[in-house]
């Protein structure tokens, strides 16, 4: 079974310059996430969609973030214009679903898109 | 404030010398405790999920313990392909997100 798939998987732009990121997840799964992780810290969640609504979006800096998930498969992260402290590792994850009965479903990781704003 | 915090920061083993890595949580009503590993340059790989205390789960060379507080993920006679990140995750108290900690980055040398 295929994982979650993400591209590109390196980036290197010009600060002030737009950027989109790709990310088709696990079959059947109806939950993903966008996560930001910087070096030396673990992920952080950016945006969480169940099928093609954003349910969870208070992490994501609407002001030059923005996320679509059209159809409820795969999804798209975009920065216009990029800063330079947008450099990190974007991650993509996706569950199931959120979880039932007080239990959280596990989520897997796509192996994330590398960027760097100069 | 929700919170994981993971001990220590870097640990540095010789092959075959057993250690156990800590993740303590604060968030209340407990939904899951994720344990991932992560290499260089990929994304973090699905290890265990842990939900009640007093459980436990093993693969490989790696066991996982939780309990109310805190969970432990043992790793017993380690070789170098066991250098990695690991990462230790609960939902936040919606249940809507993962709040990770920093990671203990393990290296095993031969």
């Known amino acids: 079974e295929a994982g979650v798939v993400q591209s590109p998987r390196y980036k290197i732009i010009e600060k002030k310059q737009p950027v989109a990121f790709w990310c088709n997840p696990i079959s059947g799964h109806n939950t993903l996430y966008w996560y930001l992780q910087n070096l030396g810290q673990g992920p952080e969640l950016l945006i969480r969609y169940e099928n093609e609504e954003a349910v969870d979006d208070s992490q994501l800096p609407k002001d030059r973030f923005s996320a679509e998930r059209l159809k409820g498969v795969d999804s798209t992260l975009k920065i216009q214009p990029a800063e330079l402290g947008d450099s990190a590792v974007y991650l993509c994850?996706?569950?199931?679903?959120?979880?039932?009965?007080?239990?959280?479903?596990?989520?897997?990781f796509g192996p994330g898109t590398r960027l760097t704003v100069l | 404030e929700d919170q994981v915090t993971q001990s220590p920061e870097a640990l540095r083993l010789q092959e075959g010398e057993s250690s156990s890595l800590n993740c303590s949580y604060t968030?209340?009503?407990?939904?899951?405790l994720f344990w991932y590993r992560q290499d260089p340059g990929k994304g973090p790989e699905f290890l265990f999920t842990l939900y009640s205390a007093g459980e436990e789960k093993e693969k490989e060379r790696l066991k996982a313990t939780l309990t109310k507080k805190e969970s432990f993920l043992h790793i017993t006679a380690p070789k170098p392909e066991d250098s990695a990140t690991y990462l230790c995750a609960v939902p936040n108290q919606a249940g809507t997100a993962l709040i990770f900690g920093k990671g203990t980055t393990l290296s095993v040398s031969s």
């Open positions: 994850a996706s569950s199931l679903g959120s979880g039932t009965s007080g239990r959280t479903d596990t989520q897997y």
């Open positions: 968030v209340s009503g407990l939904r899951g």
